[in-house]
């Protein structure tokens, strides 16, 4: 046969490439239960359809050549039902997955083409961090910052990380840069390796405390989601693409409209207690309104009194931000107020349009909001939502207080707004505003109390927002599935893709 040497050598190569770091390494993970790279590829992605770019790379140095096939990271592209994709896979078994001049170079190739040719960029995490001695000495400090434009992002296509493993340098930074970021349990993400922490600090430190999910999930809101294992992840992975466009220049696809929906719509009042005091879980109010199953709660364990959340309304991606009374009675703490502006800068970004659900009692005031700069969190907030050119529709259920009522899409912050017959809308709670405005206690003098709370209650009711054209709309509740559709609808009309005007936010402050 022609070619029988040559062809002989890429037979060779591709095996030695798709060995990676080694059969006694791979076994080792699988009696971990923990997917290797290029089976993380084939869960993740639709059958036979990856293409690989730089399997043959090698490190840099002799004396790594030929111990670092691929490099240590699997890249290329690949389509996620039917749509492409850029991934990047690190494989640990290779090096630790460090990076590298040459496996840098594959990263920004697949980056750079995602972007510029409006495709989702995958990126699945594990790595060791910097590759040494690479990165020592001047030369080491020569090949850093060699793309200007690697940690800059313009949100040109959805970014979306899993961590699933020991997760340092660069699959830090990246996973901090994008979009939706899920992490298996047991995996880790931080600056430095908890071995490299304990050095330079001179103490002992555990990984999980260093960079675990519960710190990601709880703390710092750097992670969306943690799952149990690295099946999870990819599929949530795939999951979440279903809600996306492929690109900022288009919409997100449009799905199919699960059975019974609108029969759960009817249901809302089942759901949602008559007492105006009474706690509940605004995410089950949401489940009757939106598309059945569709909810997709992004950061459900950071922020609680507020919940961010993709679903559909008449298979049409929205964006959720929802007052949540179950946790601090809806009170917005600092948390929930960095929540909401990266999920505005999020939607925006992608032409998602936005839909509030409100009910709260205002913003959780006291000195540690003061300490962790709440004034400042408030109007980023607010900037963020006056630069928003979604549509955007608001939904009062209840309580609207104060500032936060512009926060929630209140006056001209949204591009319509109903009430619930029961919502109440003021400055604060009228039971506390008697007090003072009035200085009048219920404990004193309750008939007078009574009297002046009255009178508060009726200035701030939904009939007068609706008299005054503040409020749109007063829904039977059980309609707001439909009016929301319809308003969608028309918003929908003539210009569907954002000005992203918060394309180049921040990805965290």
């Excluded at 190569?13 to 009696?31: F, H, I, P, Q």
């Amino acid at each position: 046969m022609p070619f029988d040497r040559e062809l002989g050598e890429l037979a060779d190569r591709t095996r030695t490439a798709v060995a990676m770091g080694g059969e006694e390494k791979l076994a080792r993970r699988r009696s971990e239960g923990v997917l290797n790279a290029r089976e993380r590829l084939d869960r993740l992605l639709d059958a036979d359809s990856f293409v690989e770019f730089g399997m043959f790379a090698r490190g840099l140095r002799p004396e790594v050549q030929d111990r670092s096939p691929a490099d240590g990271k699997v890249a290329g592209f690949g389509r996620i039902d039917g749509r492409p994709v850029g991934v990047i896979s690190n494989d640990f078994t290779v090096l630790g997955a460090s990076s590298s001049v040459v496996n840098g170079k594959k990263m920004r190739h697949v980056r750079e083409t995602a972007d510029r040719r409006g495709m989702p960029l995958v990126l699945l995490g594990e790595s060791s961090g910097a590759r040494m001695p690479d990165r020592m000495g001047a030369s080491g400090r020569a090949i850093l910052g060699q793309d200007p434009l690697e940690f800059r992002r313009l949100r040109a296509s959805p970014w979306v990380s899993a961590l699933l493993g020991s997760c340092y340098g660069s699959s830090t930074w990246y996973g901090c840069m994008s979009d939706f970021v899920v992490m298996r349990k047991g995996a880790t993400m931080a600056v430095a390796s908890s071995r490299v922490t304990s050095m330079a600090i001179g103490q002992e430190v555990d990984p999980e405390a260093l960079g675990g999910w519960e710190l990601h999930t709880g703390t710092t809101g750097l992670v969306d989601v943690a799952v149990d294992s690295d099946e999870e992840a990819l599929h949530l992975v795939r999951r979440v693409l279903s809600y996306l466009p492929s690109h900022a220049g288009e919409t997100a696809p449009v799905a199919a409209v699960p059975a019974g929906s609108e029969e759960m719509s009817r249901t809302v009042l089942d759901v949602f207690p008559e007492s105006r005091s009474a706690v509940y879980d605004v995410r089950t109010v949401i489940g009757c309104i939106a598309d059945r199953d569709s909810l997709f709660e992004l950061k459900p364990r950071w922020g609680k009194s507020l919940v961010t959340a993709l679903a559909r309304m008449n298979g049409h991606t929205v964006g959720i931000i929802a007052n949540n009374p179950k946790f601090k009675g809806g009170a917005i703490d600092v948390d929930a107020m960095n929540k909401a502006t990266s999920f505005l800068v999020f939607c925006d970004s992608f032409n998602i349009p936005l839909v509030f659900f409100v009910d709260q009692p205002g913003f959780l005031i006291g000195i540690e909001g003061e300490k962790r700069g709440a004034p400042g969190r408030i109007m980023n907030w607010m900037n963020a939502l006056s630069q928003v050119t979604v549509p955007k529709l608001s939904i009062v259920m209840r309580k609207s207080y104060g500032q936060a009522y512009l926060n929630m899409g209140g006056g001209r912050y949204s591009d319509a707004l109903a009430c619930w017959p029961m919502a109440d809308l003021g400055f604060m709670a009228p039971s506390l505003a008697v007090n003072v405005l009035h200085g009048v206690k219920e404990s004193e003098d309750p008939q007078r109390f009574d009297e002046l709370k009255a009178e508060l209650a009726r200035d701030t009711s939904a009939w007068a927002l609706a008299g005054l054209y503040e409020a749109h709309e007063v829904l039977d509740p059980r309609d707001t599935r439909r009016w929301l559709i319809e308003l969608l609808a028309l918003h929908r009309l003539g210009k569907a893709v954002s000005e992203h005007r918060l394309a180049n936010w921040p990805t965290s402050y």
